[in-house]
């Protein structure tokens, strides 16, 4: 027994579908609670009145922005040494719904910056940075869709997507050349005494975690149409040599 | 290698090679900013190193398709993919041609231009020299996306969302360095950087590219 029986499609596929539906619903279920809680039942911030609670919206959905990338060069690094082809679906399965939280999380934050800091946009290194994120996806996204031997699509994406890491953390770098800007330090961290006061931890905690899960689920939905799609594509290419 | 090279410059510079005309178009990028933003000369000095630099960008981009595009086609790529030269010293050998024909006249181009600009008295020097260490990072990071596109056809637009992300971190120190020298500040750091960003690039893109173009021929 070992992970990389997964790597095998038809373990793969056999394996999630009795998942599939209870991730799903331990994943609504999660971002409802953490959504509503945060949204009606915590008391408003000193300073920011009602604006704080677009946090549960912010936080988790910049959290996956980041954490989808790595999860994309995870499987473009597997498929790159171990050729499992599930694991190159699962990287482009990962990246519109990357796109989907970057988009998230630029705009939430753009709503949020304009009360309090009195602008939709400041050049600020984080926020930079998540834009050059976004375009590092559009473009991974873009190659996918433009080559169109699967193989070799897959193998060009995962070059991209390592060179594609390490320029982006330059990025990241870079960009902290300017100043140090508007956006706050991490809030939350788990070597740091004090964190944000548990009225809004739990919660905001909760949401993360169906954040978290909701992209598990999409991307493992999405991985499953992607293999059904090249069984379907199989298919029709025996048909036509029949 | 340095066969390759030479035909390649060879290649560039007689007919139809485009030589030239990424110089044009910095030409022409430079001379429509005050045409957009107005004749305030103030104002000018103050943009022109960010505008120098995002030209020259521009400039080196236009020519990239060219790098693989004609080899590919004609089958002299599979060719020199046989040959005793392994591919990451073709691929680099095609980026040093690359900023032979485009890098090296932009820099050397570019204090004409930034006189256009009313470009502050000292940063001429910096401009030069950041241009000078920051555009052969151009030239690699734009062959890995040039290795990346040649199996598309039209994959011009892709090249440039490819690349263009890719050029932020030498873009930002490259400028910085321009605008700290207009100001008469110390420069030394993002100096640093940018030759770093540029030592880097040069040491590890071209097996990158390599492996793009393996995969492209295959």
């Not at chain 1, 920011?48 to 996956?64: D, R």
């Not at chain 1, 964190?195 to 999409?218: E, H, K, Q, R």
């Not at chain 2, 040959?83 to 990451?88: A, F, G, I, R, V």
């Not at chain 2, 030069?128 to 040649?150: D, H, K, Q, R, Y």
């Amino acid at each position: 027994m070992s992970i990389w029986e997964y790597a095998n499609p038809k373990k793969f596929m056999t394996t999630t579908a009795p998942i599939l539906p209870w991730v799903f619903a331990v994943a609504i279920a999660s971002t409802v609670v953490g959504l509503v809680w945060g949204f009606f039942f915590t008391p408003e911030a000193e300073n920011f009145g009602s604006t704080v609670k677009i946090i549960y919206l912010h936080v988790p959905s910049a959290l996956m922005a980041i954490n989808a990338w790595l999860m994309m060069l995870v499987a473009s690094l597997i498929w790159l040494i171990r050729r499992h082809h599930v694991s190159a679906l699962a990287a482009k399965a990962a990246a519109p719904v990357g796109i989907a939280m970057t988009l998230i999380a630029l705009i939430t934050g753009a709503i949020w910056g304009q009360p309090t800091w009195g602008t939709w946009w400041v050049w600020d290194p984080r926020l930079t940075s998540f834009l050059i994120l976004f375009l590092f996806y559009l473009g991974y996204a873009a190659l996918w869709a433009s080559i169109e031997d699967p193989d070799t699509a897959a193998d060009l994406t995962s070059v991209l997507c390592m060179v594609g890491s390490v320029f982006a953390l330059l990025s990241r770098y870079a960009v902290n050349f300017w100043n140090q800007g508007l956006h706050q330090g991490a809030s939350l961290s788990m070597d740091k005494a004090e964190n944000v006061s548990n009225v809004y931890y739990i919660p905001l905690l909760i949401s993360m975690g169906g954040f978290v899960l909701l992209f598990l689920a999409l991307v493992i939905l999405r991985t499953r149409t992607e293999i059904r799609q090249r069984r379907i594509g199989a298919l029709q290419a025996r048909a036509r040599r029949s | 290698m340095i066969a390759l090279l030479m035909r390649d410059l060879r290649l560039a510079v007689r007919a139809g090679g485009g030589f030239g005309l990424g110089l044009a178009f910095f030409l022409i990028v430079v001379v429509l900013v005050p045409f957009g933003v107005g004749p305030n000369s103030d104002l000018l000095a103050k943009i022109a190193p960010g505008i120098l630099w995002v030209a020259a960008l521009l400039a080196a981009l236009l020519s990239l398709d060219r790098i693989f595009a004609l080899d590919y086609e004609d089958g002299s790529l599979a060719l020199l993919a046989t040959s005793p030269l392994p591919m990451e010293g073709a691929a680099l050998a095609k980026a040093v041609a690359h900023w032979l024909t485009t890098g090296l006249p932009l820099t050397l181009a570019a204090p004409a231009l930034g006189a256009l600009l009313n470009l502050p008295g000292p940063a001429y020097s910096f401009l030069l020299i950041s241009l000078l260490i920051g555009t052969p990072a151009l030239s690699v990071i734009g062959t890995f996306g040039a290795a990346l596109t040649i199996g598309i056809r039209r994959g011009g637009l892709l090249l440039s969302l490819l690349v263009l992300p890719l050029y932020v971190p030498t873009l930002i120190f490259g400028a910085e360095v321009v605008r700290r020298g207009a100001e008469g500040l110390a420069t030394a750091t993002p100096l640093i950087m940018l030759a770093g960003i540029t030592a880097g690039a040069i040491a590890l893109l071209p097996f990158a590219a390599a492996v793009a173009l393996r995969i492209n021929l295959r």
